[in-house]
């Protein structure tokens, strides 16, 4: 997408979302486990309108706080389940719930990530994922995903550990993706 294309301005609680430039791969704020979050206030109400206008104009279907160079665990999704139907949510605080045994399915597809330009790689992740924590007033938030919107919920979650999917993939073939995005292959921690 080019710089000139505009967007509608993203609005969340009233307050106008600003676009912020994705952090990527090898910045060392995406490869720690970010730090949670205590104050639920005005800063943390701009930062997720920020969050979403960011998602927004890179054309993305989730975001964490990290992407934008924020040490926080927080998360944004704007992302289909596999029925089609649109979830737009913020999680302040997950935690990632993933099925086991007998429940367990495993869907390998495409992913990719905005903090690695351009690239993406097949990778399996369970089929279905429940996310659980607050949202910016501390209320509880619980989002049950299935199909894109389950991957895009662990993919999320990994951020705020400080895994990028790529960190995921087999040794050569994260150099791979790493150098055809013109990115360094080792994180900086």
């Known amino acids: 997408m080019s710089e000139q294309e505009q967007h509608e301005p993203v609005v969340f609680e009233g307050r106008t979302g600003l676009a912020r430039p994705i952090t990527t791969y090898g910045t060392p704020v995406l490869h720690r486990r970010c730090a949670e979050v205590t104050a639920f206030d005005d800063d943390l109400a701009q930062l997720v309108a920020d969050m979403f206008a960011s998602m927004a104009a890179a054309d993305g279907v989730g975001l964490a706080a990290n992407q934008i160079g924020v040490d926080a665990r927080v998360f944004v999704v704007d992302c289909p389940d596999e029925d089609g139907e649109h979830v737009v949510a913020h999680v302040v605080n997950p935690v990632l719930h993933l099925p086991t045994g007998r429940k367990r399915r495993l869907d390998v597809d495409d992913e990719g990530c905005l903090s690695v330009p351009g690239q993406?790689?097949?990778?399996?992740?369970?089929?279905?994922?429940?996310?659980?924590?607050?949202?910016?007033?501390?209320?509880?938030?619980?989002?049950?995903?299935?199909?894109?919107?389950?991957?895009?919920?662990?993919?999320?979650?990994?951020h705020l550990d400080g895994v990028v999917y790529v960190d995921r993939l087999p040794a050569g073939e994260r150099e791979e993706i790493l150098t055809a995005a013109g990115l360094p292959v080792q994180a900086q921690r």
């Open 120 to 158: 993406y790689a097949e990778l399996g992740r369970p089929d279905r994922s429940e996310v659980t924590g607050v949202d910016v007033h501390g209320e509880p938030v619980r989002i049950v995903g299935t199909g894109l919107l389950a991957r895009c919920l662990q993919h999320e979650s990994d």
